[in-house]
């Protein structure tokens, strides 16, 4: 297991950006594969993005592709979600996610560790 602390949430106007950092506990962070997924007040958890461990294959909801870059810093234990234009539909809380098994898992919405969750809110 590792501990996950997310960081960067906050209000936004639409069209704005902002950056939402997680860093992980544990030393074998390069091993998981990390993601994001958002819970928006009635409605269910989805996914947003996620990176396999290696770094390089990426997933992304359709919903953020092109607005949102998911990236990950090995050497800091830190992956980074960068969100960009962002609109009121992306007003959410948001959760970092890890699971050494593979991307698959954060995909579907079942990784093995959460994080806490941050807010963002996006005003029109």
């Known amino acids: 297991q590792v501990q996950l602390v997310e960081s960067g949430g906050g209000l936004v106007q639409a069209g704005g950006s902002l950056r939402l950092s997680c860093t992980a506990s544990?030393?074998?962070?390069?091993?998981?594969?990390m993601g994001w997924l958002r819970q928006a007040p009635g409605k269910e958890r989805e996914i947003v993005a996620g990176?396999?461990?290696?770094?390089?294959?990426?997933y992304y909801a359709d919903s953020v592709k092109g607005r949102f870059t998911i990236s990950r810093d090995n050497a800091k234990n830190t992956v980074y979600l960068q969100m960009n234009s962002l609109n009121p539909e992306d007003t959410a809380v948001y959760y970092c996610a890890a699971d050494p098994r593979g991307l698959h898992t954060i995909v579907v919405g079942a990784p093995d560790d959460w994080g806490q969750g941050t807010q963002v809110t996006v005003s029109s």
């Open positions: 544990g030393r074998t962070f390069s091993s998981y594969a």
């Open positions: 990176m396999r461990g290696s770094g390089g294959s990426t």
